[in-house]
Each structure stands twice: as structure tokens, then as C-alpha cells.
């Protein structure tokens, strides 16, 4: 019989090319300028973790009512515990706080019911467009249906931020993407006033336009009539991100070829039938990350209402670590309320790559 | 043509360049009516108020202190002289953020693509943690958290002749003499001859192929000659060396914990984005070039300023003005911690004491927007340098 070549079995790769000690060597250990920032980099590691870790958590005192309970020398988290609610609720009267949540609870339940599918999206939309405001505003407000009124000089906390934000990116989307139509528009004068618009607003801080909405509007109105700070400020706030929106939004509506604003127009669609039904589709969709960090950018600027006197998350922490029982808390005020900005910017920021994830329609260049 | 025929049974209201003309007349109405409106009800509220319009406040004694000023300045000094301490300090604040900014930025994001794994990861939580948390917040934790938890002046912590306490940072500060200007013609005349030295080596190059280091070489002229300047002229610099007293520091440079914490959140705010904004840049240039490069035997450090980096410069820079743009209107958060910056000073205190909002604010917004412009011109002049010539 003929011998049968017999291959020996190959060898194991060599320990230094697979597993652990391969990446190990590849990715901290590749060059002498590797070794020296690896080494560097546990260093910095060295510095930051272990101090942190021991005054945050090893060393902290998480129960407690008062500074005297905060003995062990590390973080005293008491302080977060016994403000808990006014950094929550401002100085919204405790027996009343149910309200807010109701309208939060509201809230999620509608946009939940998103994901049912008997639900006709459509009259949802509506829903919580046009009616959810009004209930909410009435829930916050008080003032029918026996509800105890409730001044907004109150509201405060993370419930005043919240409200910011969300009647910000609610109302500057839709004046962001008129303002961005408008300027693209061949009509001189409907371009000209948006272009005005839209530069002015960009090249001054938030600041001035707060203080403008602060002290300012009420002297541009006549005698008598006037409408409260909250409400001056969610203007500001509203007008300065829709130019911002204005500006990511052009850059969408530039990106779409001009082949479909032709094919719409030979499709004897009427100018608004084209653009909600054509180009808008399309544009929104490429614009989606930037959309997102306006929204996270408005999100973050709310803080600036602190400057003009109105206490939202960080003007209650703010005000919190002025108190006298808790001096030297600064710290844990400022870690709590970044743990919430953070939380809060980077799920959006998370979340607007899922969309933009599922919105591909394979348009893209690869 | 057939339009013509049709054009009776049409409405007017039908065509669409008519509608235009109608929209925009009603529109423009509209604007004006409402300027006109607001504008009368400002100067029946403004007369109601007894409030006086007008910039003769400028001239008027101003009255309050402002802790940091790079001119002279005192109380009695006018409104106006004050407004420009403030406008100085901003500009300063402005500039010096925007060049730690970029720093910051550069290092962080070549961090981000590093082959090192660790060092790569710290710089992902860098970027992600301090993009995603307000600025106003890190302001306040820097001058309220850290500076603001320092010693006292009594037990300054002391690196050699720096002192640190609650009062800012203590340096050295140096005093030039009188023999100063020879060092300074020397750094001058260095300069001009190594972009001289610059200059030649390329045309050089160019003609003859031949390569000249010229880069290093400059650098070295520019050192040697000023050095050489110093030792002529005796070493005319002294220094103001900050002495501990008993229970205060006196002497040298002051940078106060204000200033500190402005520049530092700004800067490391700002460099978060930039250096995601380096990233991007250095991700858009195809891999395929930095082959081509290769193949062609350039070496990688020439490979990196060649080819890399003017392309990833082109995608940078429109996006980095933005944030230089961002930086210079940020500066104005310094108001929160009473940074006497243009908003603190004109439309806090000054509008305080006057009045004149109106006035106040809208000088405000000027400077604001001269800034912006005066930026967003120098990124496009350079943006148009660096941009990509076609056929």
C-alpha cells in the first residue's frame, strides 16, 4: 500500500501573536513611545481613581439630615439627599409636586404609546402637540379644576430646566426650519429679513439675548401689559436656538440635488407640497446629528437663566451650597448636578446615532 | 403663447409671482408696523420712566472698582474707560482661550487616534465628559470647588518662586530695562531673516531640487541671535520676585482665581469639541493617501505635514471657527463669577446705576458682534488659503 501522506497537525500560533499578551503588546506595548504612554497613562489613572474613589464612596456619608452626620472625611451626600426635592421641584410646594409628576408621567405614557400599534399616530402627534401643552400648563400652573395656583416664580430645579429645554427644542424646531426655508427662499425681502434674523442672533452670546428678554421686552411693551420672566425667557431661549436650527437646517436643505426640487416642481406640486413631502424628508434626515447638538447645546445653555436671576437645577444647587449648615458641600452639588447634564446630553447624543442608524435608507456613500 | 389664452379664466391670486409680491409686501408691513410699534412704546415707556436716552453717560464718573484691569483704572474714572477695561478683558480672555483651546484640542484628539489603547480611551472620557456637562457648571466648579479651597494667603503652597493660595497664582513678573529694545531688534531681525532663510530654500528646491533644512536652521538663528542680543546688552530683564509676608503675598504677577477658572473652563470645554473636530478632520483624509505618500518614499513625519495634514486642515477649519466663534461669546459666563468681563461690567453694573438698558445692551451686542465678524473674517481669509485650488 501506498503511504498515505500524513500532514503533522499545525502548531499553536505563538503565544505572542493571539489573546491577552498579543493585544497587550500591540496596543500598549508597540514602540518605546507606546511603553512611555501606557506608563503615563496609568499615572494619570493613579492620580484621578483612588482619591475619587475614597472620597466619593469608601469615605462618604450617604444618610444623614445635617453637615454634623458628615464625619467620616469623605463625600457628604446627605446634602444631596436632604435637598433632594428642591433640586427636583425648585421651591414648587411639597403637597403640590404630585402635579409635576403627573404631567412627566403623562408624558411618557403618550410617547410610549408610539410603540402600540392600534394607536393612530397621526391624532397621537396631534395629542401631544396641541392638547398635552395646555394640560401640562394648567397642571403646572394651577389655577382651574380647584387646582391651588402656583406662582412660576416657584418653579425651580430640575422640573424648571426640564421645562426649558423641552418648550425650547419643542418650539425653536419648526421656527428653526421656516427660518432656514426662509432663507433659501428667491424671495428678496422674506431672504433678506431671515438672513437679518439669523446673523444678528448668532453673533451675540445667549447672555444678552437673556438679559434683552429679562430687561428689555417689557420696556418695548405698552403700559400695562406685561407677561411674566419665565415666559420672556423661554422666548429668548426659543428664538436664539431656531436661528441656530436655521443654520443646521440650510445646510440640509443645500445638500439635496437640485434634480428633486425639479422632479417635485414637474410633479405640479405646490411649494409647501414639495418641501413637506420632498425636500424636508430628506433634509431633516442628513441633518439629524446636528439637529441633536443644537438640541444638547440648548439643553446645556439653560443653565444661563441662573445669570438673570431664575433657579433651575444649578441655581438651586448653586443657592443649596450657600447655606450655612452646609458649607464646604460645593463639591457634591456640582458632582450631582453634572452627573445629570451628563447623563442627560450623552443619552441624546447616544440616541440620535440610533435614529440616524434606522432612518438609512442606503443613500449614503461608502 | 398658449398662455395667453388661458390667462383670463386664471386668478390672479393663482400665479405665483404675484403671490410672492403680495406675501413679501404684507410681510415687510408687518415688520415695519411692528418696529414702529415696539419703537413707540419704548419712548413712551422710557419718558414714563424719566429715563434718559443717549451715550452721554459714558463721560459721566463711573464709581465702582474693577478687580482686574490691564489699564489704568480707578472709581473715578468715566463709564467709557471702565467699558473699555472690560472690552480689554474679554478681548484677552477671548484670544487666550482660543490658543489653549486649540492646544488642548490638537492633543486630545491625535490622543483619540493613538495606537495606544489606554491612551486613546482617556481621551474618549475626556472629550465625552466635559462636552456633555454645561460650561456655566464647570465655571462654577473650578472657581467655586477649586480655587476657591485653596490656603490662604498664609500658607501659600510654593513651587520655587510661585505661590498659590486664594488669591490667584504668584509669579515672577518680569521688569524689562533699559537695554531691552537691542533683544528685542535681535528676536526681530532673527525672524525676518529665517523667513528669508525660508524663502530661499524653497525656491531653491524648486529650481534645483536640492533640500535645505530650512526650518531647523531658523530655529536656531532665531535662538542664537537673541541670545546673543541678551549677552550684549547685559541680560537687561529682572524679575519681581512675588515675597511672602507674614500674612499676605506681595510682588511679582497676580493671575487671579477669577481669570484662572474663566480660562481653564473655557479651554478645556472648548477643547473637547475641537479635538473632536481633529479627529474628524484626520478620519476624512483617505487612507489611500497616506499610502500613495508612502510609495512614493516619503517618510512619515513628511508624510503627516505634506499630505495628511492640509487635507484634514480644509475639513478643520470651517468648524473650528465656529468654536473660536463659540469661545468669544462663552467668555461672556466669566459675568457669573464675577469675571469683570464686557457683560458684567456694562450690562451689570452699568446698566445697573444708569438705567439705559437699551444703550447698555445694544453696545453689548456691537462689541459681540464685531468680534464675531472680525474672527469669522481672519478663518475665512485663512480658509481660502488653505482651500483646494482647481482647474
Not at chain 1, 37 to 43: Q, R
Not at chain 1, 213 to 220: E, R
Request: glycine letters at 8%; charged letters at 10%.
Amino acid at each position: 500500500m501506498a503511504k498515505i501522506f500524513q500532514p503533522s497537525p499545525s502548531l499553536p500560533p505563538p503565544v505572542n501573536s493571539v489573546g491577552a499578551v498579543a493585544w497587550v503588546r500591540q496596543n500598549l506595548l508597540s514602540s518605546p513611545l507606546n511603553i512611555f504612554l501606557t506608563l503615563f497613562s496609568f499615572y494619570v489613572l493613579y492620580l484621578l481613581i483612588p482619591p475619587v474613589v475614597e472620597w466619593g464612596v469608601v469615605n462618604a456619608t450617604f444618610g444623614g439630615e445635617s453637615k454634623a452626620a458628615c464625619t467620616a472625611g469623605g463625600a457628604c451626600w446627605a446634602f444631596i439627599g436632604v435637598y433632594f426635592e428642591q433640586f427636583m421641584y425648585g421651591l414648587y410646594p411639597a403637597e403640590e409636586t404630585w402635579r409635576i409628576n403627573l404631567a412627566l408621567i403623562l408624558l411618557v405614557v403618550l410617547i410610549a404609546m408610539f410603540a402600540v400599534k392600534a394607536v393612530n399616530k397621526l391624532y397621537l402627534s396631534i395629542g401631544i402637540i396641541a392638547v398635552y401643552p395646555v394640560v401640562a400648563y394648567f397642571l403646572f400652573a394651577g389655577g382651574v379644576f380647584g387646582l391651588e395656583i402656583v406662582e412660576t416664580s416657584l418653579w425651580g430645579g430640575l422640573f424648571l430646566t426640564t421645562l426649558l429645554g423641552v418648550v425650547g427644542i419643542v418650539a425653536s424646531f419648526p421656527l428653526g426650519v421656516l427660518l432656514a426655508l426662509g432663507r433659501q427662499s428667491s424671495m428678496p425681502i422674506a431672504k433678506s429679513v431671515c438672513i437679518v434674523f439669523i446673523e444678528t442672533i448668532r453673533a451675540v452670546p445667549l447672555i444678552t439675548i437673556l438679559f434683552m428678554a429679562s430687561v428689555m421686552i417689557p420696556l418695548f411693551l405698552p403700559d400695562g401689559m406685561n407677561f411674566n420672566k419665565l415666559m420672556r425667557v423661554l422666548i429668548g431661549i426659543t428664538l436664539f436656538s431656531a436661528a441656530y436650527m436655521a443654520e443646521v437646517i440650510r445646510g440640509g436643505l443645500q445638500a439635496i440635488p437640485k434634480g428633486q426640487y425639479e422632479a417635485a416642481d414637474a410633479m405640479g406640486l405646490t411649494y409647501w407640497q414639495s418641501m413637506i413631502l420632498v425636500i424636508l424628508p430628506q433634509a431633516l434626515k442628513l441633518v439629524i446629528p446636528g439637529i441633536v447638538n443644537t438640541f444638547i447645546g440648548l439643553f446645556k445653555d439653560t443653565t444661563l437663566v441662573y445669570i438673570v436671576g431664575m433657579f433651575d437645577l444649578l441655581g438651586r444647587i448653586q443657592a443649596a451650597t450657600h447655606d450655612s449648615n452646609w458649607l464646604g458641600t460645593t463639591i457634591e452639588g456640582y458632582a450631582f448636578a453634572g452627573f445629570i447634564y451628563w447623563a442627560a446630553c450623552f443619552g441624546m447624543s447616544r440616541y440620535s446615532m440610533t435614529i440616524e442608524r434606522k432612518l438609512e435608507t442606503g443613500h449614503k456613500r461608502n | 403663447m398658449s398662455d395667453n389664452t388661458t390667462s383670463s379664466n386664471k386668478s390672479l391670486l393663482n400665479d405665483a409671482g404675484t403671490r410672492a409680491i403680495i406675501f413679501q409686501v404684507v410681510l415687510l408691513a408687518v415688520v415695519v408696523f411692528v418696529s414702529y410699534y415696539l419703537f413707540s412704546n419704548l419712548q413712551a415707556n422710557l419718558a414714563n420712566q424719566g429715563i434718559s436716552t443717549g451715550f452721554e453717560f459714558l463721560n459721566q464718573p463711573a464709581g465702582f472698582p474693577i478687580l482686574i484691569h490691564l489699564i489704568e483704572y480707578t472709581e473715578a474714572d468715566s463709564y467709557g474707560r471702565a467699558f473699555i477695561v472690560a472690552l480689554i478683558n474679554t478681548v484677552v480672555i477671548s484670544l487666550m482661550g482660543i490658543i489653549l483651546a486649540t492646544i488642548i484640542g490638537v492633543v486630545m484628539g491625535l490622543a483619540r487616534l493613538s495606537n495606544n489603547w489606554l491612551v486613546a480611551r482617556l481621551a474618549t472620557v475626556y472629550v465625552e465628559t466635559l462636552r456633555n456637562i454645561p460650561l456655566l457648571l464647570q465655571m462654577f466648579f473650578w472657581y467655586f470647588a477649586v480655587l476657591a479651597t485653596l490656603p490662604i494667603p498664609k500658607n501659600s503652597i510654593i513651587f520655587g518662586d510661585f505661590f498659590l493660595n486664594k488669591r490667584g497664582i504668584y509669579s515672577p513678573n518680569p521688569i524689562f530695562q533699559d537695554g531691552f529694545g537691542i533683544v528685542i531688534a535681535g528676536f526681530v531681525i532673527s525672524i525676518i531673516a529665517s523667513i528669508a532663510l525660508i524663502i530661499w530654500a524653497k525656491r531653491r528646491q524648486t529650481i534645483t531640487g536640492l533640500w535645505f533644512p530650512a526650518y531647523w536652521s531658523s530655529l536656531g538663528l532665531i535662538i542664537v541671535i537673541t541670545l546673543l542680543a541678551l549677552v550684549v546688552s547685559g541680560f537687561p530683564i529682572e524679575f519681581d520676585l512675588p515675597q511672602k509676608s507674614r500674612f499676605n503675598v506681595k510682588g511679582g504677577m497676580v493671575l487671579p482665581p477669577e481669570f484662572v477658572a474663566v480660562l481653564v473652563a473655557l479651554s478645556t470645554y472648548t477643547g473637547a469639541f475641537i479635538a473632536e473636530i481633529v479627529r474628524a478632520g484626520i478620519l476624512s483624509v483617505n487612507w489611500g493617501q497616506t499610502e500613495a505618500a508612502r510609495s512614493l518614499g516619503l517618510k512619515d513625519s513628511l508624510t503627516q505635514r505634506l499630505i495628511v495634514l492640509p487635507q484634514a486642515l480644509r475639513v478643520i477649519i470651517p468648524p473650528l471657527t465656529s468654536q473660536f466663534l463659540n469661545l468669544a461669546k462663552n467668555s461672556s459666563l466669566g459675568a457669573a463669577i464675577a469675571y469683570p468681563e464686557l457683560v458684567a461690567v456694562v450690562m451689570g453694573t452699568t446698566l445697573n446705576q444708569t438705567g439705559q438698558a437699551i444703550e447698555n445692551i445694544g453696545l453689548c451686542m456691537l462689541v459681540y458682534g464685531t468680534l464675531s465678524l472680525t474672527i469669522s473674517i481672519f478663518m475665512n481669509w485663512y480658509n481660502k488659503k488653505m482651500s483646494l485650488i482647481e482647474r
